[in-house]
């Protein structure tokens, strides 16, 4: 039997490897970090996410601790509602914390049988076998899946030599409380807020973003000032500042892109999630897109035997959609963060008055992948 060699035990690494060990595959995942550690950040599972989540069998325990709003409000600065909708039109939506969905994937995948070497940063791989790992082991596979996020040194050394770079915005993030169930989006002057709970006690996830010229450390991990934070959002309403305000601890990082990739794959090696195709976050598709490549990637390995077959039609099945979303959420970044006030006016009369937003997340949402391996 063929092994797989994972690298990296993020979204996709641990999907990936819930889907291969589901049918008896052999495959190892590979960590960096001394274990598994997702810092308090809040992640939207849409439809499309959760019907992946539903067929490796860890939905219902992801929902059991988490949260499921009802529907999602487009706001101004101020908190005037723009637009209220019923946000499980097109399926289930979840609120979560990151944490949750990592735990409950690394459970399921060590409950299959299924192995992670921590400590093991990746320095090589040597004719595409041989992994080189920093603890100074070798370990050769036969397949190797670069799940290592956007920093991907697969990704850098054996796809392709571009440079991360800065897009514009920074952002912050915290987990503070609310009382409020649903999904709350604050359009403001080149900024902009999305706030929502992550369980049933409304310990309420925010992200807030603003236009920036200053390139903040990618790290989502160094913490900020509430003074700080507060400074870059002084313009919006009570809410916001009480929201922030409750959060223990405030983290700022800056956005950053890599180029979009016409292929995923060299040889026997192949990305999957943000080393492939890192994107912003105002779909809220990263944690989604990362699912699905894994979903897909390891239905291919489990269906069929020739991997240059598995190859191209992972390709041919995710190159097209993720650089569509990729470049959907790049502009929903424009449309957010407006501030000229005769387009902000516009954008607030479409919003309002057109399903617009909701057409576009219905072509997201509306993503049957087994479906299409099935008619292979």
Not at 50 to 64: F, G, M, Q, Y
């Given at each position: 039997?063929?092994?797989?060699?994972i690298?990296?035990?993020?979204?996709?690494?641990?999907t990936?490897?819930?889907?291969?060990k589901?049918?008896g595959k052999?495959c190892?995942?590979f960590?960096?970090?001394?274990?598994?550690?997702?810092?308090?950040a809040?992640i939207s599972l849409t439809p499309?996410?959760?019907k992946?989540?539903?067929?490796?069998?860890i939905?219902?325990?992801?929902?059991a601790?988490?949260?499921?709003?009802?529907?999602?409000a487009w706001?101004?600065?101020?908190g005037?509602?723009i637009k209220?909708?019923?946000?499980n039109?097109?399926g289930e939506v979840?609120?979560s914390?990151?944490?949750?969905l990592i735990?409950?994937l690394?459970?399921?995948?060590i409950?299959?049988?299924g192995?992670i070497?921590?400590?093991?940063?990746l320095?090589?791989?040597?004719?595409e076998?041989e992994l080189v790992f920093?603890?100074?082991?070798?370990?050769s596979?036969?397949?190797?899946?670069?799940?290592d996020?956007?920093?991907?040194?697969i990704?850098?050394?054996?796809i392709?030599?571009?440079?991360?770079t800065?897009?514009?915005y920074?952002?912050?993030?915290?987990?503070?409380?609310s009382?409020s169930?649903?999904?709350n989006?604050?359009?403001?002057k080149?900024?902009?807020?999305v706030?929502?709970?992550?369980?049933?006690?409304?310990e309420?996830?925010?992200?807030a973003?603003?236009k920036?010229k200053?390139k903040?450390n990618?790290?989502?991990?160094e913490?900020g000032?509430?003074?700080?934070l507060?400074?870059?959002?002084?313009?919006?309403g009570s809410?916001?500042?009480?929201?922030f305000?409750?959060?223990?601890k405030?983290y700022?990082?800056?956005?950053?892109d890599?180029k979009?990739?016409?292929?995923?794959s060299s040889g026997?090696?192949?990305?999957?999630g943000d080393s492939?195709?890192p994107?912003m976050?105002f779909l809220?598709?990263g944690g989604a897109m990362?699912?699905?490549d894994?979903?897909?990637?390891?239905?291919?390995?489990?269906k069929?035997?020739?991997f240059n077959f598995?190859?191209?039609n992972?390709?041919?099945l995710?190159?097209?959609?993720?650089?569509?979303?990729?470049?959907s959420?790049?502009?929903q970044?424009?449309?957010?963060?407006?501030?000229?006030?005769?387009?902000k006016?516009l954008r607030n009369?479409?919003?309002?008055?057109t399903?617009i937003?909701?057409?576009?997340?219905?072509?997201?949402?509306?993503y049957e992948?087994?479906?299409?391996?099935?008619?292979?």
């Amino acid at each position: 039997m063929k092994k797989i060699g994972i690298i990296g035990g993020g979204i996709s690494g641990l999907t990936l490897g819930c889907v291969l060990k589901g049918s008896g595959k052999e495959c190892v995942i590979f960590e960096r970090s001394s274990a598994l550690s997702e810092h308090g950040a809040g992640i939207s599972l849409t439809p499309n996410a959760c019907k992946i989540l539903d067929e490796i069998d860890i939905l219902d325990a992801v929902r059991a601790e988490s949260c499921s709003p009802l529907d999602i409000a487009w706001r101004d600065d101020q908190g005037n509602v723009i637009k209220k909708v019923n946000i499980n039109e097109f399926g289930e939506v979840i609120t979560s914390n990151r944490k949750v969905l990592i735990n409950k994937l690394y459970e399921k995948f060590i409950n299959l049988g299924g192995e992670i070497k921590f400590n093991h940063e990746l320095l090589d791989i040597i004719k595409e076998k041989e992994l080189v790992f920093k603890n100074q082991k070798n370990i050769s596979v036969d397949y190797i899946a670069g799940c290592d996020g956007i920093k991907s040194l697969i990704r850098t050394n054996k796809i392709k030599k571009d440079k991360i770079t800065f897009s514009g915005y920074t952002a912050w993030r915290g987990i503070g409380s609310s009382d409020s169930k649903r999904i709350n989006i604050y359009l403001g002057k080149n900024s902009h807020i999305v706030c929502y709970p992550v369980n049933e006690k409304l310990e309420t996830s925010f992200i807030a973003i603003k236009k920036s010229k200053i390139k903040n450390n990618e790290s989502w991990r160094e913490e900020g000032s509430h003074e700080d934070l507060l400074e870059d959002f002084s313009s919006y309403g009570s809410f916001i500042k009480s929201l922030f305000q409750s959060s223990k601890k405030v983290y700022k990082w800056g956005l950053f892109d890599r180029k979009s990739l016409n292929s995923f794959s060299s040889g026997n090696i192949t990305l999957l999630g943000d080393s492939a195709h890192p994107m912003m976050p105002f779909l809220g598709q990263g944690g989604a897109m990362a699912l699905e490549d894994a979903f897909v990637f390891g239905n291919l390995v489990n269906k069929f035997d020739d991997f240059n077959f598995i190859r191209n039609n992972y390709e041919i099945l995710r190159v097209g959609r993720t650089n569509a979303i990729k470049r959907s959420s790049r502009y929903q970044g424009y449309v957010n963060h407006l501030g000229n006030p005769i387009l902000k006016s516009l954008r607030n009369f479409m919003l309002k008055n057109t399903d617009i937003a909701m057409r576009r997340t219905k072509n997201i949402y509306n993503y049957e992948p087994l479906r299409i391996i099935n008619n292979l």
